[in-house]
């Protein structure tokens, strides 16, 4: 069974930076697309990042050009660089791998909210305040 834990979320001051962590057991990183989502109090889980096997990336248009996403195969690990933080970024963030059709949306710049996995990990919260 595959193992996820997310780190590195907190409390951070709009225009701010946090930089997310990704640990996974198994092989999940070897074999998949990944990538991370995130869920705002009452709203869907929402796929805002994904990083391909051969480390191309790939951004929903509400975090291009703030976040970085990236992932080191070695240590099945994954990072989310993210900077000049906005109160809409408030969010429980999520790692998992990224299905094939999850990612042609994200390519095509369509919001992706449906992605079911059986297992997820904790997540990491993310609140952007003043």
């Known amino acids: 069974q595959e193992q996820l834990v997310e780190s590195g979320g907190g409390l951070v001051q709009p225009g701010g930076s946090l930089r997310l962590s990704c640990a996974a057991s198994g092989d999940i990183f070897s074999i998949n697309d990944m990538g991370w989502y995130r869920q705002p109090p009452g709203k869907q889980r929402e796929l805002v990042a994904a990083?391909?096997?051969?480390?191309?990336?790939y951004y929903a248009d509400s975090v291009k050009g703030r976040f970085t996403i990236s992932r080191d195969n070695a240590k099945d690990t994954m990072f989310l660089q993210m900077n000049d933080l906005e109160p809409g970024d408030t969010a429980v963030y999520y790692c998992?791998?990224?299905?094939?059709?999850?990612?042609?949306?994200?390519?095509?710049?369509?919001?992706?909210?449906?992605?079911?996995?059986?297992?997820w990990g904790q997540g990491t919260r993310v609140t952007v305040s003043s």
């Open positions: 998992n791998a990224v299905p094939p059709i999850a990612l042609a949306r994200l390519m095509a710049g369509i919001s992706v909210f449906d992605v079911q996995y059986p297992d």
């Open positions: 990083v391909t096997k051969d480390d191309s990336t």
